[in-house]
């Protein structure tokens, strides 16, 4: 009975005694640097994964590095947002496992390629373990990118850049420029309070929707005499195009073709749920609108543009876009290019069929990966991030509009709800068309980026 009292007493003592009065030995004075190899392969994966790279280039990376400082191999894989790194130490020792969730961050393509150049010195032994450290702790704590404003501009150029391409009129390209403006600003700030995307996207797709019914009802109506005559369905189709730009579908068909399918359902999950939270607000947007008998027009022209205005408008969506992702200056002319790449090539293979539409969204595509993968390392840019800022020119905004409308009705209140859904599944097709396209120009370019790589490396060896 004694002895019980005395272990009661020890316990009470312990349970009371302050937090501050514990002697805590600080863990990283003692870590080992296998232990220290496997935390810096940890953050460097929680920091490419979270900013949309796909799942085998992380894993790739990851295990550069701890092939570089770890005696013995580790086990690494991603599955959605967890990321575990485990290292068999033998039959004497106990295995070391470390397991991280991957937050959700900001797009930021200078931080990217920051990474993978440290992960390159590494892996040519330029880099002691403890200088990787700090390194990532320096990008960590100071990571480049561009003022807010100046990635808001990026997302407003995005949806001009898509009048342009549709040959909007000036009035409108203003309008678009700065209701661009507006959403992309107000999606980062209700990314930053963790506002759900499904319904930011729902908020931002109404917004634009309801803006270009107010400027048809303009029009229409004739109160403003300089809105006379514009095309307010190119506002929507700009907006379109702005919301899905930023969706990771290129990443998660990779993810399929490289048999990451845990990561890869969740990528594509997600996709589609911001996909429908687009389609969700341009459909209630112009049920709210028909219900004040204001009217936005389908819109059916054939083809892009006249003349080179075309090109210059996949030029300014593609730029726009790296922008937005905190892409280098440079990496951003780049991104133009490709984007007028990706359009030309289009342009000279599409016809009237919709199977056209489908085979030359894919081919402009993998025209993009197999120049974003070759040229990527001599640009200074994360070929993923020139991938999928040349192939948004081809995003089929203006299919999703014309499907959405024959879902909800014109002005003499018919609509087709069959040849909305084929519409609406032609969309589909060719989104899936671009991000496989894109993918295989990505595979077949990238043994031959190997191979000049060792070319070049052997000519300045000798």
């Known amino acids: 009975m004694k002895k019980?009292?005395?272990?009661?007493?020890?316990?009470?003592?312990?349970?009371?005694?302050?937090?501050?009065?514990?002697?805590?030995?600080?863990?990283?004075d003692e870590l080992s640097p296998n232990m220290r190899a496997l935390?810096?392969?940890?953050?460097?994966?929680?920091?490419?994964?979270?900013?949309?790279?796909?799942?085998?280039?992380?894993?790739?990376?990851?295990?550069?590095?701890?092939?570089?400082?770890?005696?013995?191999?580790?086990?690494?894989?991603?599955?959605?947002?967890?990321?575990?790194?485990?290292?068999?130490?033998?039959?004497?020792?106990?295995?070391?496992?470390?397991?991280?969730?991957?937050s959700t961050r900001t797009v930021n393509n200078m931080t990217v390629q920051t990474v993978q150049d440290l992960v390159r010195d590494i892996v040519r032994g330029n880099t002691s373990l403890e200088?990787?450290?700090?390194?990532?702790?320096?990008?960590?704590?100071?990571?480049?990118?561009?003022?807010?404003?100046?990635?808001?501009?990026?997302?407003?150029?995005?949806?001009?850049?898509?009048?342009?391409?549709?040959?909007?009129?000036?009035?409108?390209?203003?309008?678009?420029?700065?209701?661009g403006a507006i959403v992309s600003y107000a999606i980062r700030i209700l990314a930053h309070k963790r506002f759900p995307i499904f319904f930011t996207q729902i908020i931002s797709a109404i917004t634009i929707t309801l803006t270009a019914a107010l400027i048809s009802w303009l029009d229409t109506h004739e109160v403003i005499p300089w809105?006379?005559?514009?095309?307010?369905?190119?506002?929507?189709?700009?907006?379109?195009?702005?919301?899905?730009?930023?969706?990771?579908?290129?990443?998660?068909?990779?993810?399929?073709i490289d048999e990451f399918y845990v990561t890869a359902n969740a990528r594509l999950l997600k996709v589609a749920m911001m996909t429908m939270g687009v389609v969700a607000g341009v459909l209630i947007g112009m049920y709210i609108a028909k219900q004040f008998s204001v009217y936005i027009e389908l819109y059916t022209a054939k083809s892009i543009s006249q003349g080179y205005w075309y090109l210059i408008g996949a030029a300014v969506i593609s730029a726009g876009y790296a922008?937005?992702?905190?892409?280098?200056?440079?990496?951003?002319?780049?991104?133009?290019?490709?984007?007028?790449?990706?359009?030309?090539?289009?342009?000279?293979?599409?016809?009237d069929a919709p199977l056209s539409l489908i085979m030359a969204s894919g081919i402009a595509a993998a025209s993009v990966g197999i120049a974003a993968t070759l040229?990527?390392?001599?640009?200074?840019?994360?070929?993923?991030?020139?991938?999928?800022?040349?192939?948004?020119?081809?995003?089929?905004?203006?299919?999703?509009?014309?499907?959405?409308?024959?879902?909800?009705?014109?002005?003499?209140?018919?609509?087709?709800?069959?040849?909305?859904?084929?519409?609406l599944f032609n969309a589909i097709l060719i989104a899936l068309a671009i991000a496989s396209g894109v993918t295989l120009g990505h595979l077949v370019a990238r043994p031959?980026?190997?191979?000049?790589?060792?070319?070049?490396?052997?000519i300045i060896s000798s």
């Open 227 to 256: 809105l006379n005559g514009t095309n307010a369905t190119l506002i929507v189709i700009g907006g379109i195009i702005m919301l899905v730009a930023g969706l990771a579908t290129v990443a998660a068909v990779q993810d399929s």
């Open 131 to 179: 200088q990787a450290e700090e390194r990532m702790e320096y990008i960590k704590k100071h990571p480049r990118k561009y003022p807010r404003w100046l990635s808001v501009t990026g997302g407003a150029l995005i949806s001009t850049g898509a009048g342009i391409l549709f040959g909007a009129s000036p009035i409108i390209l203003c309008i678009m420029f700065i209701l």
């Open 39 to 102: 935390r810096l392969s940890i953050q460097i994966a929680d920091t490419l994964i979270a900013m949309g790279v796909p799942t085998a280039d992380v894993v790739s990376m990851s295990l550069d590095v701890t092939d570089r400082y770890c005696q013995r191999k580790v086990y690494f894989d991603i599955s959605s947002n967890l990321i575990t790194a485990s290292q068999d130490r033998g039959n004497n020792r106990e295995p070391l496992t470390l397991v991280r969730h991957a």
């Open 448 to 458: 031959i980026r190997r191979s000049m790589v060792r070319a070049r490396n052997s």
């Open 375 to 423: 040229f990527s390392r001599l640009w200074r840019t994360p070929s993923n991030a020139l991938m999928n800022a040349g192939i948004v020119p081809l995003v089929p905004g203006l299919t999703l509009y014309n499907g959405l409308f024959q879902l909800v009705g014109n002005s003499t209140n018919t609509y087709s709800f069959d040849q909305g859904i084929l519409v």
């Open 323 to 351: 922008l937005s992702t905190q892409t280098h200056p440079f990496g951003v002319m780049v991104a133009g290019i490709l984007g007028t790449l990706s359009i030309w090539v289009y342009s000279l293979i599409v016809g």
């Open 4 to 28: 019980s009292l005395q272990v009661v007493k020890a316990i009470f003592k312990a349970a009371t005694t302050p937090v501050e009065n514990i002697a805590i030995d600080k863990l990283d």
